[in-house]
């Protein structure tokens, strides 16, 4: 009988000595995939972007870790933070022209947002540890030069085509987005965005394959008979080129009411904003002006209204940039979708 217990015990301590090996095992192996979480959610820090002072000379900052307390102001800083899911860091947003987009309402709902831009002081009340904005946020009578607050620890970032960068491009709309996504280690969700806006262009492209370039305009009514022309080097312009068209007045500047009648553009694009210069009215300046009636594009009815944020500091709206103008031109392209 002695001989049987003492068989049974040895047997129950091998199984214990077993269990607890198999456990510490099981133990370690999630204790290293944590390390191995933690390792991949930080392994980038410390990180340096390349961004800009108001002297537009190029200033390297260093991230140490992922900002948690932002300052964003105007349109696509906004919507480019909630886009990738960042709006649990926002802690002031400013400035916007338009409500935000449909699909980010609901993240919007949650962070605290006011009309006016916000002074110097305020933003130094509220402690942040990154502003993201455009190039004018940063001039002596707003919020000063970037150096104040590098000196305070306070990082910065402008977006390259709001004044910084000419020519302005769809890559350094791209570069921002994906900058933004590698300072907030979300770059895969960047990556997204920026492809849809490549896959966008590459099938207008493959779509006007073999056919004559449309004759198009991008403008918009600065006054009655006076033009601001969004030429080859906005990012409109490079919108346009890069799926086809053939911008008919190249150059930015402005332009009266015969030289848009002696270029006879196909197409035109009027640029609409804010309360001053809404989507029907920037239309009816352009299609309702006696002087336009042997224009082609008035013609046939081939005037568009486009946002001003898809053509200018885009930002995600980048995407409806390329849609608004490729379906423009090309409305075949769009017509069953």
Known sequence: MKKVISIVLS?????????CDNK???????????VEDINKNTSQYPLTITTYNYEKKPVNITFEKAPEKVVAVYQNSIETLLALGLEDKILLASGLDHEVKDEYKDAF??????????????VIGLQPDFI?????????????????????????????????????????EYDDILNVGKIFNVEDKAEKIVNNMKNEIEKAKEFVKGKEPVKAVILE???????????????????????????????????????????????????????????DSALKKVMDNPAFGSISAV??????????????????????????????????LYRNK
């Open 11 to 19: 047997a129950m301590m091998v199984l214990g000595v077993s269990g």
């Open 221 to 279: 009514v600065k006054k009655e008979g006076v033009y601001r022309i969004y030429g080859e080097d906005s990012i409109g312009g490079d919108i346009a080129k890069q799926v086809g068209a053939d911008l008919v007045a190249k150059s930015n500047g402005e332009i009266g009411n015969e030289d848009l009648v002696k270029l006879n553009p196909e197409v035109i694009f009027t640029v609409y904003y804010g309360k001053e210069i809404d989507r």
């Open 132 to 172: 993201l904005s455009w190039y004018s946020l940063f001039g002596e009578k707003r919020l000063g030069d970037v150096g104040f607050w590098h000196e305070r620890s306070i990082n910065t970032y402008m977006s390259q085509n709001s004044g910084v960068i000419k020519p302005n491009t769809l890559q350094n």
């Open 24 to 34: 510490n095992v099981a133990n370690s192996s999630k204790t290293e995939n944590k």
């Open 109 to 122: 709902s949650k962070v605290k947002y006011q009309e006016k831009v916000p002074t110097k002081e305020e």
């Open 299 to 332: 013609k046939s009815k081939r005037v568009n209204s486009i946002m001003l944020s898809e053509v200018y500091a885009s930002g995600i709206r980048t995407l409806d940039g390329i849609k608004t103008i490729s379906k423009g031109l090309y409305p075949e």
